[in-house]
């Protein structure tokens, strides 16, 4: 989960506390708010009747006009009965009398005496009706009984049109909340996402990048540590990078003076033993001169890379064939570049024919005699590729994987044949330094593909217009 989500998730959960906390209490509380106006005013409408028809009960055409006007003032039922539990007046049927209503359980309550309110279900109204039952005094005892009642399901629709307003304030507000939420976490972990993309870059071999130094105050001083940090990165690989180039540079000429007197030394001896050492000595002079000369390929390779040039592959396959082909003669090998569609990708013409001389003395010392390396190319979507196929032992994935490390050598390198285990390093140096790849493969007919990969251009016929898809090799 990012920082941002996090940051958003804890904001939303404070909010939907803040909302509960304050719309479900002040639901409940208009909810009660209303119910009790509502009882109060139905109780105070049935003892206004009440009191005003105790010692009238023998008048039935005034409290007929009583409870018409009480009825319609609560919007309600109002009936008035007699001791006996007959019926005196209702407001639903004006003049009406002698109903008995002596078994409705509130007025056998109200007739004993006692005030009773509450809610019941009417099926022959099919609603929900609140009740308000009072007794009639006179003269210190109950002579009859008012009881009011009304629906409650107009009142109760309103009820939850006003908790489904509630809720739907609360949701706006949860919605316009996290939209804040949203843009302040994206303040916040805006820094931190800068920062890291700077670390990538870092990383990835643009030294000069720097992170912006903004945000909240730690944020900040991360920034400045990390600036403070890749200075010194910067700086010490400037100069490990400095001291591998001028200390390879410094090495070539005192080799090719020793070289030079070991060659004048094998000349002006006779000696059949003193001259096998002094070849085998001029030979380790070449590996070590070999070394220097791959020691500043690499410190080139990790040097900011210059802007990249169209390089036409089956053009560098052709050269590195002409290149090659009489020593793999001499050896007992042959090599062909096979002819393909023209491939253009993204690099450097030096670095590619860099590489496929290594990738190609590779394939020659694990192919055998009388055995061929081919060169092939092609483009795979957004990339170009070139490869080194040869026949011999195949590798494994676990050394595929390592071949590519400064100083490995392959097991199965034959005696006698041992390089300097920076080939196939500088080979995928140069390949990432124009954002590509190398790669070693086994193949399924045996032998191995050593491949390096480029970026292709999006356009290749158009930009390669005015370039010589096969130019002639010199």
């Not at 929900?128 to 008012?146: E, K, N, S």
């Not at 050896?331 to 290594?358: C, K, P, W, Y």
Request: charged share 20%.
């Amino acid at each position: 989960m990012t920082y941002r989500t996090r940051l958003l998730v804890a904001f939303a959960y404070v909010l939907v506390l803040v909302i509960v906390a304050l719309a479900v209490p002040l639901a409940l509380s208009t909810q009660h708010r209303i119910d009790r106006e509502v009882r109060a005013q139905a109780a105070d409408g049935a003892q206004l009747v009440a009191a005003s028809a105790s010692g009238r009960l023998d008048q039935p055409d005034q409290i007929d006009t009583l409870v018409g006007k009480v009825a319609r003032d609560l919007g309600a039922r109002v009936i008035v009965v007699r001791r006996t539990g007959l019926l005196l007046a209702d407001s639903a049927r004006p003049g009406t009398r002698g109903v008995a209503y002596g078994s409705r359980p509130e007025i056998v309550e109200a007739l004993a005496g006692r005030t009773v309110q509450g809610r019941r279900r009417s099926d022959t109204l099919n609603a929900q009706l609140l009740y308000t039952a009072v007794p009639v005094v006179a003269a210190g005892r109950t002579v009859g009984a008012v009881r009011v009642t009304q629906s409650v399901d107009a009142l109760d629709r309103e009820v939850r049109r006003d908790q489904y307003a509630l809720v739907g304030i609360g949701a706006l507000a949860l919605a316009f909340g996290l939209a804040v939420a949203w843009f302040v976490a994206g303040s916040l972990a805006r820094p931190l996402g800068q920062l890291a993309s700077t670390a990538r870059r870092v990383g990835s071999g643009d030294l000069e990048a720097r992170g912006a130094v903004e945000g909240s105050a730690e944020q900040q001083e991360v920034a400045r540590a990390f600036n403070t940090m890749a200075d010194r990165l910067t700086h010490a690989l400037e100069a490990q990078r400095e001291f591998v180039a001028n200390a390879s540079h410094q090495l070539r000429t005192p080799l090719t003076g020793l070289r030079l007197r070991l060659e004048a030394a094998d000349m002006a001896n006779t000696d059949p033993s003193v001259r096998d050492d002094l070849a085998a000595a001029e030979a380790e002079t070449l590996r070590l001169a070999r070394l220097v000369t791959n020691l500043l390929t690499l410190a080139s390779a990790d040097a900011p890379a210059p802007p990249s040039e169209l390089v036409d592959l089956g053009r560098a396959a052709r050269e590195a064939e002409v290149r090659w082909s009489a020593r793999a003669e001499h050896e007992g090998r042959g090599i062909v570049a096979r002819h393909d569609a023209a491939t253009f990708g993204q690099g450097n013409a030096d670095d590619m024919a860099t590489s496929l001389d290594n990738l190609i003395e590779n394939a020659l010392v694990h192919t055998p005699k009388g055995s061929t390396v081919s060169l092939t190319w092609g483009r795979d979507g957004p990339e170009a590729f070139i490869a080194v196929l040869d026949e011999g032992p195949g590798i494994s994935p676990a050394d595929a994987d390592a071949a590519f490390q400064r100083f490995r050598r392959g097991a199965a390198r034959p005696a006698g044949r041992g390089g300097t285990g920076l080939g196939l390093a500088i080979v995928g140096a140069l390949a990432a330094r124009w954002g590509g790849s190398a790669s070693l493969q086994p193949r399924a007919e045996g032998g191995t593909r050593a491949e390096i990969r480029l970026p292709a251009p999006l356009e290749p016929n158009a930009l390669v217009t005015g370039l010589d898809p096969d130019p002639p090799v010199p």
